[in-house]
């Protein structure tokens, strides 16, 4: 049903504020960004796939990225981490004639994978393009599994130019639909996914002067600032923040002990031996001084200072 990376382990999940960004004081010094906090990118549909091939080939640091399709050439795309067609197991291509139903279709068989790619997920980004069949068809489902594994999702969708017709329309109708997925909105009812259109058509009046082919590019650059901006910092700066916090505690809780008393043992010192008589007159004794030597123990640390 689908190609993809092994599951990565599932280690403790950090804890986000109401906003979706990280909660400071949530955060373990020893959770690391990649394993314990995991940023997944998927793309949904051909045009999202352009997409998110630019931003994989930025190699931003610490951020998983998965290729998603009804095509079988999704399987080609060599700059994912994880690449899943939707297809059937018979060896046959899929083809979803532009249809969203037969899109839907096939990413309801392909749950279990679905589950397994969002799982102990952190943060998702989900970036679909709409008008055809994966895009409309597919992402309502895999937009339901990562809201249900994911600590934030942030959805993009990339809505067809006006002149594309048919496309644009059932682009609308899918937007809607998003908005209607229940796990989705209660992510969002919470304050821990966010949704936004990147409209094609506003680019003829916003950025007349950009080619057709950067179009890809300048979608790529927005994804790109919002996961560096919204997930990438705050959570290095947190897990940073985190860490000083410890070791500022252990030398906080750092104890030293004082040095050992000597203690004069409890029974009386001997008598010092009586004198021989002296060969000359002796000056009246003022009194027999000891001289006493004893080891000073070194000074002892609480184990929690090694």
């Known amino acids: 049903m689908g190609t993809y990376e092994a599951e990565r382990a599932n280690g403790e999940r950090p804890v986000t504020q109401s906003n979706g960004g990280p909660r400071e004081d949530a955060w373990p010094a020893h959770l690391r960004l990649g394993q314990e906090v995991r940023v997944v990118l998927a793309a949904v549909g051909g045009g ?72 102990g997920a952190t943060f998702v980004i989900l970036v679909g393009s709409l008008g055809g069949g994966a895009g409309s068809g597919a992402l309502p489902y895999i937009l339901e599994v990562a809201s249900r594994n994911a600590e934030v999702v942030s959805v993009f969708v990339v809505k067809p130019f006006r002149c594309e017709g048919d496309r644009r329309a059932l682009a609308d109708r899918a937007i809607g639909r998003l908005h209607l997925i ?21 680019l003829v009046a916003t950025q007349a002067h950009l080619a057709f082919s950067r179009v890809t590019a300048h979608w790529a650059h927005v994804i790109e600032t919002h996961i560096q901006r919204s997930y990438l910092d705050p959570a290095e700066a947190m897990i940073e923040a985190a860490h000083a ?23 009386p010192l001997p008598a010092p031996p009586v004198p021989l008589p002296p060969l000359v007159p002796a000056a009246p004794a003022t009194g027999a001084e000891v001289e006493l030597t004893f080891e000073v123990v070194p000074e002892a640390r609480s184990p929690s200072a090694s």
Do not use: W
Not at 72 to 96: A, H, I, M, N
Not at 251 to 264: D, G, L
């Open 48 to 119: 999202a796939i352009r997409i998110g091939a630019e931003i994989a080939r930025r190699h931003i640091r610490h951020l998983e990225t998965v290729a998603i399709n009804c095509d079988p050439k999704v399987q080609s795309y060599e700059e994912f981490d994880r690449r899943v067609y939707l297809g059937p197991d018979t060896g046959t291509e899929g083809d979803t004639g532009g249809s969203p139903v037969v899109g839907g279709t096939l990413a309801g068989a392909a749950e279990p994978a679905l589950e397994r790619i969002f799982r």
């Open 182 to 202: 229940s796990a989705f909105v209660e992510k969002r009812e919470r304050g821990r996914a966010t949704f936004q259109t990147l409209d094609n058509e506003s």
């Open 245 to 267: 916090a410890e070791i500022s505690m252990l030398a906080e809780a750092t104890v030293t002990e004082p040095p050992a008393v000597f203690a004069p043992p409890e029974s």
